[in-house]
């Protein structure tokens, strides 16, 4: 009569007779997770990707009974945390939150240790943050329309601040004197706080910042909101017009944030995290918490955080070939 083995000590005979590395991977993928699970983050605590990733990980762990703890790993615009998960072991318990970061800087620099594209398995992305595009009062200006006339009866003259070369903020910016045809003249800054105070005292005129940054002053009459930068109306100010709808077809920038796998972590463990994470992003209580902040919450396929990252790579990819800022 057959003799019927459970499936964990059939497992354990045959990694004992075998070593057989793809039995690990199976095991693994079958009884994911069974211990914490560490979620790289490439910058520092409370940023807005931070915060985002806090919130995820608590409704991943609440969901799977496991601890998902973030790791604060900064520097170098998250190319330090990006190279330390390209490398981790590919088991599914070290995780990287991906940014508009990594395509930035796969776009910018030739120089790069690990490819963002070929080094890991997209797991799902689960929001994004549209930029407001907010100018200080005295330009008079009230439209898209409004600026673009402005800047180009002055080019170079009127400026916008940054968070520093290679940021976010400033390929918004070098996006928009491409598709606009103009020239606004880019001021780098070391950090949003130092922007931010130059804008109010007008000795920058313009800034693509996130929603929670501008709002505020934008409320209490400081700053002129123009439009949004993403595709749809931002949720945080839907009666702000996108920048394709005020004159700018097809403009469409954000902030974005997901999670990535190193390259070889069983397709079983990202397909769970992914339906997960869709779960996550779609709870009232994570739109409720996330959306008056300015992020919009995102659900897809494995497969469609690919061709994201992709599209995304391939649209700085232009903009680093019309303004020569390859490193």
Same mark, same amino acid.
Not at 265 to 278: F, G, M, Q, S
């Given at each position: 009569? *057959?003799?019927?083995? !459970?499936?964990?000590?059939?497992?354990?005979?045959?990694?004992?007779?075998?070593?057989?590395?793809?039995?690990?991977?199976?095991?693994?993928?079958?009884? #994911?997770?069974?211990?914490?699970?560490?979620?790289?983050?490439?910058?520092?605590?409370?940023?807005?990707? $931070?915060? *985002?990733?806090?919130?995820?990980?608590?409704?991943?762990?609440?969901?799977?009974?496991?601890?998902?703890?973030?790791?604060?790993?900064?520097?170098?615009?998250?190319?330090?945390?990006? #190279?330390?998960?390209?490398?981790?072991?590919?088991?599914? #318990?070290?995780?990287?939150?991906?940014?508009?970061?990594?395509?930035?800087?796969?776009?910018?620099?030739?120089?790069?240790?690990?490819?963002?594209?070929?080094?890991?398995?997209?797991?799902?992305?689960?929001?994004?943050? !549209?930029?407001?595009?907010?100018? /200080?009062?005295?330009?008079?200006?009230?439209?898209?329309?409004?600026?673009?006339?402005?800047?180009?009866?002055?080019?170079?003259?009127?400026?916008?601040?940054?968070?520093? +070369?290679?940021?976010?903020? /400033?390929?918004?910016?070098?996006?928009?004197?491409?598709?606009?045809? +103009?020239?606004?003249?880019?001021?780098? #800054?070391?950090?949003?706080?130092?922007?931010?105070?130059?804008?109010?005292?007008?000795?920058?005129?313009?800034?693509?910042?996130?929603?929670?940054?501008?709002?505020? /002053?934008?409320?209490?009459?400081?700053?002129?909101?123009?439009?949004?930068?993403?595709?749809?109306?931002?949720?945080?100010?839907?009666?702000?017009?996108?920048?394709?709808?005020?004159?700018?077809?097809?403009?469409?920038?954000?902030?974005?944030?997901?999670?990535?796998?190193?390259?070889?972590?069983?397709? $079983?463990?990202?397909?769970?995290?992914?339906?997960?994470?869709?779960?996550?992003?779609?709870? !009232?209580?994570?739109?409720?918490?996330?959306?008056?902040?300015?992020?919009?919450?995102?659900?897809?396929?494995?497969?469609?955080?690919?061709?994201?990252?992709?599209? $995304?790579?391939?649209?700085?990819?232009?903009?680093?070939?019309?303004?020569?800022?390859?490193?």
């Amino acid at each position: 009569m *057959a003799v019927r083995v !459970p499936r964990r000590i059939s497992v354990a005979l045959v990694l004992a007779a075998t070593g057989s590395v793809a039995a690990i991977s199976l095991a693994t993928a079958e009884e #994911y997770p069974v211990r914490p699970v560490r979620i790289v983050v490439g910058f520092t605590a409370g940023s807005s990707g $931070d915060v *985002a990733a806090r919130m995820l990980a608590q409704q991943l762990g609440a969901r799977f009974g496991q601890q998902f703890v973030i790791e604060n790993r900064t520097g170098a615009g998250s190319n330090i945390a990006t #190279y330390y998960v390209a490398h981790a072991p590919k088991d599914g #318990y070290t995780l990287l939150q991906a940014t508009v970061a990594n395509t930035l800087a796969a776009a910018t620099m030739s120089n790069l240790n690990f490819d963002v594209v070929k080094d890991f398995e997209p797991i799902a992305l689960y929001t994004t943050l !549209p930029n407001i595009v907010a100018v /200080h009062p005295s330009t008079g200006a009230t439209s898209i329309k409004d600026l673009i006339a402005l800047a180009r009866a002055k080019p170079e003259q009127l400026s916008f601040g940054s968070a520093g +070369v290679g940021s976010g903020s /400033h390929f918004t910016g070098e996006l928009f004197n491409v598709m606009a045809g +103009v020239r606004l003249l880019h001021v780098p #800054y070391g950090g949003s706080a130092q922007v931010m105070s130059d804008l109010l005292a007008g000795r920058v005129q313009v800034i693509f910042s996130p929603a929670a940054t501008v709002l505020p /002053h934008i409320h209490e009459g400081k700053l002129t909101a123009l439009a949004s930068t993403g595709l749809r109306r931002a949720s945080a100010a839907p009666g702000l017009p996108t920048v394709s709808e005020a004159g700018v077809p097809g403009f469409d920038t954000s902030s974005w944030f997901g999670l990535l796998a190193p390259a070889g972590v069983p397709r $079983d463990v990202t397909e769970r995290l992914a339906h997960a994470i869709n779960e996550a992003a779609t709870s !009232p209580g994570v739109v409720t918490a996330l959306r008056p902040l300015g992020y919009e919450m995102e659900a897809g396929s494995p497969e469609a955080f690919a061709a994201f990252i992709r599209a $995304d790579l391939e649209k700085w990819s232009r903009v680093v070939a019309a303004t020569g800022l390859k490193r």
